[in-house]
């Protein structure tokens, strides 16, 4: 294993999510969603909406973002920040397919 990869875990294939859809992953205390949208790119965001902590991974996906199931604030799946009018952010990780396998990285990014 080289430097470049040591940090990616990997936790499933590309088809245990559905498209336009989401599976979690725990870590720790937190549940991380993966998103997979229309095109097949896989998203990694920490599950709570920047709002209310409401639960992103029971949202619904679409067009590179999710809307929250609470109160429909939606979330670029790529940055993790609130789009339009509303203000936060959540926690975003790095994640990649390759050969149909989804790698994470743990290492959170916050906008």
């Not at 992953?25 to 549940?31: A, E, F, L």
């Not at 999710?66 to 203000?87: F, K, R, Y």
């Not at 959540?90 to 390759?98: A, G, Q, Y």
Request: net charge negative; proline share 5%.
């Amino acid at each position: 294993m080289n430097a470049m990869t040591e940090n990616w875990i990997a936790i499933g294939k590309l088809e245990d999510i559905p498209l336009r859809g989401s599976r979690c992953v725990k870590n720790g205390d937190m549940t991380i969603a993966l998103f997979r949208t229309a095109d097949d790119q896989v998203f990694a965001l920490e599950d709570k909406c920047p709002h209310k902590n409401g639960p992103l991974s029971q949202g619904i996906v679409h067009d590179g973002c999710v809307t929250c199931p609470l109160h429909n604030w939606v979330i670029s799946l790529s940055s993790g920040t609130a789009q339009g009018a509303d203000e936060g952010s959540t926690m975003t990780f790095p994640v990649k397919v390759e050969d149909g396998d989804i790698l994470l990285s743990l290492d959170g990014h916050k906008e």
